[in-house]
């Protein structure tokens, strides 16, 4: 039995869409017919993300915390006692978003056929990453499945928390600083040119600031498009270029060299390694394929190198923390615990502790940069807003002076 999206016209030729399990699209269509319903489109799930994985499409995969909140639901009732498939139909009963419901009845129609949960999640990669299916795979096989639910639905939880926590801290600045540039722009386009008409007329020389604002003020009045598409233009061809490997490689190595900018990335990167490498070591995954899979969640690509490269020390007899401490891009804290948990046989307890460690420099570490940006961007705008009205008030200190 599989899952199947479907179209279909009532009697008033009301279209209507839906999902519904059977064996065949023609058992679907006949459903269908049993209802009144008109069938115009029957696709097997399994089939329509096959076509949208191998085209361009905008729905990549699923979010982060819808994915932490389906894996908690099926611990949950794994945990409880209930079947897979049960437990499978009825998270995605209570799931209310169309695409992630289809998926998981799709995933619930491999499982019913005999092949295993991994097997299912295999068929939707995009929703699924190799992390998530690798884990589920030795859960299985280890006979633990319940168990390593659980650990994964932490992992996904704590990882969405982590993501939520950086994107919460951004979302002040960036507003922020559009607010900022947006009441620059408005001041320079329509408040300015207003106000220093009236000096225009006096025929008297105006001081050099007044003279800069109002070109400043016709630019962008005349050019406020183009300067709009140059911009859009560039963003687009920088984005284009750090799409291409060297480029790109060459961009993230910049970042392990800028000050603060670094020691991020560096942090935020060793947290998503070091927590991806424990949820895989604790759940019975080897250590050579849990480095594998671990290097992929790595966003910076010489970081990335660094894990695949350690990785072949450790094929060759090497502990996972020298191989590590070779590229010299991991922080020294996170090699010693990593060292430390070789040599006690702790392996995953000390590598979640190191992510830990690094999730909380992080938070400690964007408070900082916040701390600092918040006062230097109000500080801007003040000078920009100060420039503006010293611009508009030197002309009138000059026609005092001239009628004394």
Request: proline share 4%; with cysteine; net charge positive.
């Amino acid at each position: 039995m599989g899952a199947f999206e479907y179209v279909a016209l009532d009697k008033a030729g009301k279209q209507s869409k839906g999902l519904l399990e059977g064996d065949t699209p023609k058992h679907i269509r006949q459903i269908l017919r049993e209802r009144d319903l008109l069938p115009v489109q029957v696709t097997e799930v399994n089939q329509k993300e096959s076509k949208q994985q191998s085209s361009f499409s905008l729905r990549r995969g699923v979010s982060a915390s819808d994915l932490a909140l389906v894996t908690r639901q099926l611990s949950t009732l794994c945990q409880s006692g209930m079947p897979l498939e049960e437990a499978l139909l009825a998270v995605s009963q209570q799931n209310e978003q169309p695409r992630l419901k289809s998926i998981l009845l799709g995933v619930r129609s491999r499982v019913m056929e005999g092949h295993t949960l991994a097997d299912g999640l295999g068929d939707f990669p995009q929703a699924f990453p190799e992390l998530y299916r690798a884990t589920i795979a030795s859960g299985e096989q280890s006979g633990h499945l319940d168990a390593v639910l659980d650990r994964l639905a932490d992992y996904t939880e704590s990882r969405q928390a982590l993501r939520q926590r950086v994107t919460n801290a951004l979302i002040y600045p960036v507003v922020l600083v559009v607010m900022a540039m947006g009441i620059i722009s408005f001041m320079l386009a329509f408040v300015v040119p207003k106000v220093v008409s009236v000096f225009e007329n006096t025929g008297q020389e105006l001081p050099i600031l007044t003279r800069g604002l109002i070109a400043t003020s016709d630019f962008l009045r005349d050019h406020w498009m183009a300067l709009i598409t140059g911009l859009v233009l560039i963003l687009v061809a920088i984005w284009k270029l750090l799409q291409q490997p060297g480029p790109k490689r060459r961009y993230h190595r910049l970042l392990l060299r800028l000050p603060l900018i670094s020691r991020l990335n560096r942090g935020l990167n060793t947290a998503r390694f070091t927590r991806t490498f424990s949820i895989l070591a604790g759940s019975g995954v080897p250590i050579l394929e849990a480095m594998r899979i671990s290097a992929q969640v790595l966003s910076n690509i010489p970081m990335r190198d660094a894990v695949e490269e350690a990785s072949l020390r450790v094929r060759e007899g090497g502990s996972i923390s020298k191989a590590l401490a070779v590229s010299r891009l991991f922080p020294p804290m996170t090699i010693h615990l990593i060292s430390s948990g070789e040599s006690s046989g702790q392996l995953e307890d000390m590598l979640s502790r190191a992510a830990s460690n690094q999730e909380r420099e992080i938070d400690g570490l964007i408070a900082t940069m916040l701390g600092i940006l918040e006062p230097l961007l109000i500080v801007f705008m003040g000078g920009v807003v100060l420039t503006i009205v010293l611009a508009v008030l030197l002309p009138i200190f000059e026609i005092n002076n001239l009628i004394r």
